[in-house]
């Protein structure tokens, strides 16, 4: 009975050590968060503006996009990313503009700093915002992010908060 099974056993064996030696080495499972990418993203804006243009606070929900790059420095990831919100009933209307990028990555989580201006209308601001990224699969990464941006135009200040979640592809 056992020389049944034997051809079994060596099978198995065999697929075995294939099934090791296949398994992913510590620095393949470590995410890779450099090269170039593009992104979808949604969100809810908050805006107001007060002064000449006065406008109360209120929330819009709004679509965006993101395109950039990332440098893999070692223990960081510096890159630049540029980003279009289309919040239309915004006091701000929509922004686009371009932030500097520093991320941290940990496994395969990325929490990042962004830094940057907005150049629509009213008038380019100061942009700045935190963040978190996963790497879900080697080209596929999901985020969510917080930014603030905040102008003084046409004897106004406008004020923008916006919270966003959203998918970059990595062309790798």
Same mark, same amino acid.
């Given at each position: $009975?056992m020389?049944?099974? +034997?051809p079994?056993?060596?099978? /198995?064996?065999?697929?075995?050590? *294939? $099934?090791?030696? /296949?398994?992913?080495?510590?620095?393949?499972?470590? /995410?890779d968060?450099? *090269?170039p990418?593009?992104g979808?993203?949604?969100?809810?804006n908050?805006s107001?503006?007060?002064?000449a $243009?006065?406008? =109360?606070?209120?929330?819009?929900?709004? =679509?965006?996009?993101?395109?950039?790059?990332?440098?893999?420095?070692?223990?960081?990831?510096?890159?630049?990313?540029?980003?279009?919100?289309?919040?239309? *009933?915004?006091?701000?209307? +929509?922004?686009?503009?371009?932030?500097?990028?520093?991320?941290? =990555?940990?496994?395969?989580? $990325?929490?990042?700093?962004?830094?940057g201006?907005?150049?629509?209308?009213?008038?380019?601001a100061f942009?700045y915002?935190?963040?978190?990224?996963?790497?879900?699969?080697?080209?596929v990464?999901?985020f969510?992010?917080?930014?603030?941006?905040?102008?003084? /135009?046409?004897?106004?200040?406008?004020?923008?908060?916006?919270?966003?979640?959203?998918?970059?592809?990595?062309?790798?």
């Amino acid at each position: $009975m056992m020389n049944r099974f +034997k051809p079994l056993f060596i099978c /198995a064996a065999i697929v075995g050590a *294939g $099934m090791a030696h /296949a398994q992913p080495t510590h620095d393949q499972l470590v /995410a890779d968060f450099s *090269g170039p990418y593009v992104g979808i993203k949604v969100g809810a804006n908050f805006s107001s503006a007060s002064g000449a $243009m006065a406008k =109360p606070s209120h929330t819009t929900f709004f =679509p965006g996009l993101v395109v950039g790059y990332g440098f893999n420095l070692g223990p960081v990831v510096l890159g630049a990313e540029a980003f279009a919100d289309l919040h239309h *009933g915004s006091a701000t209307y +929509k922004d686009g503009g371009i932030d500097a990028k520093i991320g941290y =990555p940990i496994d395969r989580f $990325m929490p990042y700093a962004r830094l940057g201006v907005t150049t629509d209308w009213p008038s380019s601001a100061f942009h700045y915002g935190i963040g978190v990224e996963y790497q879900l699969t080697k080209n596929v990464s999901l985020f969510s992010e917080w930014t603030h941006d905040a102008a003084n /135009a046409y004897s106004t200040h406008w004020v923008n908060n916006s919270i966003t979640v959203g998918a970059n592809y990595r062309f790798k």
